[in-house]
């Protein structure tokens, strides 16, 4: 069974416009972080946040933030009032405690575009 | 600046040719992977190592090998028995390998077309 799931292969998004990109995880672990990356057309693979299992707040970094919803196993990410720079491929990523030594696990991503 | 350097950007392999990617971080970090990305595939680990002289198998190994004989340096070598090796490749790294709340940093890729 796949570990992180994203459904959406695409989204379409129009300027200014504020747009979520969902993804659901599986874990057994009470302890684990879940990540969101960004890759644009040149390969690079941009950090954008990071939530904690723990933590009682959703993050937050400038027009990113994460909605955690700890029952439901999902960490969508939510772009707001976007931008042609966000066109890209986003990815979800987890890390877990009792399998702290091993790597992160991607989603396989989703490509957003946005038009002007 | 630190950071990952991967080498070379763009690679072309005859069939039967082995060839090596390299990645080096002066980030001073003890952990690094490598992954490989298909296209629609998202990220798929090849190998990782926690420490210089030590690394282990990730979900994808067969016909990819690598060395860690120096904290700075893990190249992967991929040989002749990786049958569809055309594929973009990531290498990373990590500050605190045992830690759930410490991403990753990334090189910025080489790109292997088989010819």
């Known amino acids: 069974a796949q570990k992180i799931t994203q459904t959406q292969p695409g989204m379409f998004v129009q300027e200014k416009e504020a747009v979520t990109l969902d993804c659901t995880y599986d874990t057994s672990d009470p302890s684990y972080g879940l990540f969101w990356y960004k890759q644009p057309s040149s390969g690079e693979m941009i950090f954008l946040i990071y939530?904690?299992?723990?933590?009682?707040q959703n993050a937050t970094e400038g027009r990113y933030s994460l909605n955690f919803q700890k029952a439901r196993k999902s960490a969508n990410l939510v772009i707001s009032a976007s931008q042609l720079g966000d066109s890209a491929m986003y990815f979800c990523?987890?890390?877990?405690?009792?399998?702290?030594?091993?790597?992160?696990?991607f989603g396989k991503g989703t490509t957003l575009s946005v038009s002007s | 600046d630190g950071g990952i350097t991967q080498s070379p950007k763009y690679l072309f392999r005859k069939e039967g040719q082995n060839v090596t990617l390299s990645c080096e971080q002066n980030l001073n970090h003890d952990a690094m992977y490598w992954y490989r990305q298909d296209p629609g595939q998202g990220l798929r680990l090849i190998y990782y190592s926690q420490i210089v002289n030590d690394f282990q198998k990730g979900d994808i190994a067969e016909g990819y090998s690598v060395s860690r004989e120096k904290k700075e340096s893990f190249p992967l070598t991929v040989t002749s028995a990786q049958k569809n090796p055309t594929a973009f490749y990531l290498c990373?790294?990590?500050?605190?390998?045992?830690?759930?709340?410490?991403?990753?940093?990334f090189g910025s890729g080489t790109r292997l077309t088989v010819v």
């Open positions: 990373a790294s990590n500050e605190k390998w045992d830690r759930v709340n410490y991403g990753y940093t």
């Open positions: 939530q904690g299992s723990y933590d009682q």
């Open positions: 990523a987890m890390r877990e405690d009792q399998e702290a030594g091993t790597a992160l696990i």
